[in-house]
DNA sequence: TATTGTTATACTCTATAACTATA
DNA sequence: TATAGTTATAGAGTATAACAATA
């Protein structure tokens, strides 16, 4: 025998909460007027670890063609600047603005308010130690390829 | 103030992890000949909870026209039995057989050793409440809207 | 020669509509 | 009339290749 594995593959748990968690957030970004990816955009560039397009698309794992029409859409809605880099004039230097940060703050504070139906479900100190090892194994993800 | 978050988003902690797991399945499926939805597809016949394709399509949260192919190849390559249900002449009773039952627990014990990479940054215990705590907020994503 | 940002193109994946054979 | 399975078509999302400007 032996045939039955002892639990589900960590992908197969995770796939389920990964689209229930889209599906509640999607309504709530429509709302603030963002697409997911330009919320991604806005939760990168207010950490403020990038400056660059190439070095955004590289830390959200996107295609550096692929966010030129969020940013395009970001920097008309008033919620980005592009600025010339004025020590590399290839580059354009991305900041989120004032009123991109209230946006961005206001439907991630929605967002987290949202994930209690899952967080919810555990007890205070079960959360803390769920949410201490995924962000730890988060951080080792990436690491890339073995 | 209070702008920045306490926390990252569970989604944004969930997706690179989901990613990394990802990357590190797709070369084993490979190497056993299998695809992705395939592999999805064997895991839930093994589980025996469903019996037609549109039970499947649905449990596998995909759509019945996009399993299609896949069930052409998993029935091709003698993974699956695809047999007229006698009751109702419209259905095909989907079936895992033996050798595909041999291919997906092969590659299941793979996937699960090469997840040690993740899970063996936590301690026994830590483990333990992680694992529990995801597969409760896993069922309960399966609960639809809210 | 390599890199930044951009555009245009091709490709993959998925959803939609329409069809058949049953019920 | 509704449903199971199938096919064909169209749409969205993504990657690839090629370009101009600069390093």
Known sequence: MGSSPRRADLAALLAPLMRGLIAAEE???AAH???MWGYVVLCALDRGEVRTQAALAESINADKTRIIRTLDDLQHSGHIERVPDPEDRRARLLRITERGRRVKDAAQAQIQRGEERWLGLL?????RVFLSALRRMAADGNSGPP
């Open 33 to 35: 007027g963002l697409t």
């Open 27 to 29: 309504p709530v970004l």
């Open 123 to 127: 007890g205070a100190e079960e959360r």
